[in-house]
């Protein structure tokens, strides 16, 4: 059974970090292209950053360079993202998601609330 479960999210001031970390499990991780998303309300879902299956190359959305760190961990078959100096438009929920040739996989989602 293949699982995704995003966790790490919470309420924080700007200014502020968090790390969110998505535990997988049911697939071969090792093979799969790691992303995070994230969807405000009333907003489309958007590409935050992506790794590649080694974790040598990352990408990342114009709004997030600088301030947010993808990572992963093929050993422990974990996915991360670093969120620092986080914004009040940063707020959102946040998902991982895998994918490999034709098959793509998603989590439930964790939400980040960047508020004073």
């Known amino acids: 059974q293949v699982q995704l479960v995003e966790s790490g999210g919470g309420l924080v001031q700007p200014g502020g970090s968090l790390r969110l970390s998505c535990a997988t499990s049911g697939f071969a991780f090792g093979l799969y292209y790691m992303r995070w998303h994230r969807q405000a309300p009333g907003k489309e879902r958007e590409l935050v950053a992506g790794i590649s299956s080694a974790g040598i190359s990352t990408t990342y959305a114009d709004s997030v360079k600088g301030r947010f760190t993808i990572s992963r961990d093929n050993v422990k078959e974990m996915l991360y993202l670093q969120m620092n100096n986080l914004k009040p438009e940063d707020s959102a929920v946040y998902y991982c998601?895998?994918?490999?040739?034709?098959?793509?996989?998603w989590g439930q989602g964790t939400q980040v609330t960047v508020s004073s």
């Open positions: 998601s895998a994918t490999w040739k034709l098959l793509d996989y």
